[in-house]
């Protein structure tokens, strides 16, 4: 019997959820006295919100506090599980319950940008008649994720990422706990240790408890009462890096990359490149991003830049990972200190504004080809100068339309290569250039 007692045991972080405020570590700015959450929970005046961040900082926790706190009915509704109907189920009976007892029904819906817009759309009604009050709970940003006319009737709360002081605090709490933790164990398992955990779990107190209790149970097997690096490394397996290849944290990874770069921190760089690729991101999606860096942000400052991003995307494609690793960290390098320009990215966004937003001029006739006796006598190629008989190789002609002339798009900078440019203007005479 006691056997399956243990076998049937909630995980340790289920049997740690606090149950008060005053347990809640990690969201200080957010539950600060006078801060608006707080003032809501503490004044029993709650409006229908959104909590935004990342997995295991409490989200669920937090709903489930506020609820008891407000003595409110609380109703856990999954997005991945459920649909219109069983929303409009839950809904009729929140509505009999408040007129039946006069209390407040928090639905709290887990997940919520896995809801698609009629689905969304659904809790308008009751929102907005205050039959329920919502908590969505969200690691994608509300931005996307929700419609606009949902999250325009709610808040959105911010949940940061926890920091290692907190879990090494949860983490404590667990082993000291003997009620609902690993007291029993009898542990000795130094600060050091727990820190170590916590830098694995990154952030999350789920994968944290969970890691402690592996270790917990790996340790009472092997009879022992304190933990080495070798155990606790065992019982985590690996760091937990946080990647979703098409969520938010994906973007701002790579914009990490991207920013690092452009600013010439080529440590940075390599940093966000590995929490990219050791994350499992596709090396050719990081490739072709380089790619595009080399013409966006370097450009003609050095032209060679667009070369090596080549080679590196090929490389990566020929030889494959893990290997090809190193290939984008040589290519993230090398671009990190390449000198920068963005001028061609500038000068074609422009030229591409005059290309769609005004009327599509005519090629200048001096610029057309004249293969027939016909068009040489309609003025095909009339007034054509070849560039080669003149000095450095540019001829005194125009090769905009006229309703574009003197128009300059390309603005070379003093940069690297680039700076060789800047004396050089041709394709319009020489008065327009000025």
């Known amino acids: 019997m006691q056997g399956s007692k243990k076998a049937s045991e909630p995980p340790l972080a289920d049997r ?3 149950v008060v405020l005053d347990d809640f570590y990690g969201q200080e700015r957010l539950l600060a006295p006078g801060s608006l959450l707080r003032g809501m929970i503490d004044g029993d005046e709650l409006a229908s919100f959104i909590l935004w961040g990342p997995p295991g900082v409490g989200k669920t926790t937090l709903a489930k506090i506020i609820a008891t706190k407000t003595d409110s009915r609380w109703i856990s509704f999954s997005a991945v599980t459920s649909g219109i109907k069983e929303i409009k189920m839950v809904m009729a009976e929140a509505e009999a319950f408040r007129n039946l007892e006069d209390r407040r029904t928090i639905l709290f819906v887990d997940e919520i940008h896995r809801f698609n817009k009629a689905q969304q759309d659904a809790f308008l009604p ?6 329920i009050m919502l908590i969505g709970a969200t690691t994608e940003n509300p931005s ?3 419609n606009s006319a949902l999250l325009s009737r709610m808040k959105v709360f911010v949940m940061e990422e926890l920091a290692l002081e907190d879990l090494v605090r949860i983490l404590r709490r667990a082993l000291d706990d003997g009620e609902r933790g690993l007291k029993q ?19 999350d107190a789920r994968t944290g408890l969970n890691s402690l209790e592996l270790l917990a149970k ?16 065992e019982a985590v397996q690996q760091a937990i890096l946080k990647y979703d290849k098409t969520g938010e944290h994906h973007y701002n990874l790579i914009s990490a990359l991207h920013k690092s770069i452009r600013n010439s921190d080529a440590d940075a760089a390599l940093y966000w490149l590995a929490r990219m690729l050791e994350a499992g991101e596709d090396p050719l999606y990081v490739a072709r991003r380089l ?17 090596q991003a080549i080679s590196a995307m090929n490389a990566v494609d020929f030889i494959g ?28 966004k422009a030229a591409a504004r005059d290309a769609l937003n005004s009327l599509q001029h005519p090629v200048p006739m001096q610029l057309r080809n004249a293969p027939t006796k016909l068009m040489k006598e309609i003025g095909y190629s009339k007034g054509y100068k070849y560039a080669h008989d003149y000095n450095e190789g540019i001829a005194d002609m125009r090769c905009l339309p006229e309703e574009l002339s003197g128009r ?19 394709g319009q005479p020489a008065d327009a250039a000025e």
């Open 16 to 18: 740690m959820r606090p």
């Open 126 to 131: 009751y929102v907005e008649s205050g039959i």
């Open 144 to 146: 996307f994720e929700l």
């Open 185 to 203: 164990y009898d542990l000795n398992i130094d600060d050091d240790s727990l820190s170590l955990l916590s830098t694995y779990a990154s952030g």
């Open 218 to 233: 790996l340790l009472r097997r092997q009879g022992k009462k304190e933990a080495t690096e070798s155990d606790i490394r």
């Open 291 to 307: 790619v595009r860096f080399a013409s966006e942000d370097i450009g003609m400052a050095a032209p060679q830049a667009l070369d």
């Open 321 to 348: 990972m893990p290997e090809g690793k190193l290939a984008l960290a040589q290519l993230v390098v090398y671009l990190a200190y390449a000198p920068k320009s963005n001028a061609v990215y500038i000068a074609y």
């Open 408 to 426: 300059v798009y390309y603005e070379p900078t003093d940069r690297g290569f680039e700076g060789k440019f800047k004396s050089r203007r041709g």
